[in-house]
């Protein structure tokens, strides 16, 4: 099953349909790290995790950088890489303590969107 490769690594990267401009549309990509406790890091456009945040979604600033969100295309994707680069460079025993705390929000995550998205009633 794929899922079993899935849960083989700590974090998500997602890259979003829709990257340019001042648009907001989270759709399957981002979806599915929510419901399946991922941490991630976005590739989509300006302020997209802010997005996430005003929905009433935790990201991962208390985790690693994530200035990547304030900007849009190229520039985007190397402040992504940089936040990447200082992940994978933490000592193991401080990277176990950074992916354990991101896990931590996931799971609110996953809660927070089962709660309100989900399990909302039509009006």
């Not at 989509?44 to 935790?58: E, T, V």
């Not at 690693?64 to 992504?80: C, G, L």
């Not at 933490?90 to 809660?111: F, G, M």
Request: proline content about 4%; hydrophobic content about 35%; charged content about 20%.
């Amino acid at each position: 099953s794929l899922l079993n490769y899935y849960n083989n690594f700590d974090i998500e990267i997602v890259a979003e349909t829709w990257t340019m401009g001042t648009t907001f549309f989270a759709t399957e990509k981002t979806t599915r790290p929510l419901l399946g406790r991922k941490p991630m890091i976005v590739y989509g456009p300006k302020d997209y995790l802010n997005n996430l945040r005003q929905l009433g979604f935790k990201t991962w600033s208390s985790c690693w950088d994530e200035t990547y969100d304030h900007y849009t295309e190229a520039r985007r994707w190397q402040a992504m890489q940089e936040t990447i680069n200082n992940i994978l460079s933490l000592p193991s025993d401080e990277y176990q303590t950074v992916i354990e705390q991101a896990h931590t929000i996931s799971l609110y995550n996953k809660q927070f969107y089962l709660k309100t998205l989900v399990n909302k009633n039509p009006t």
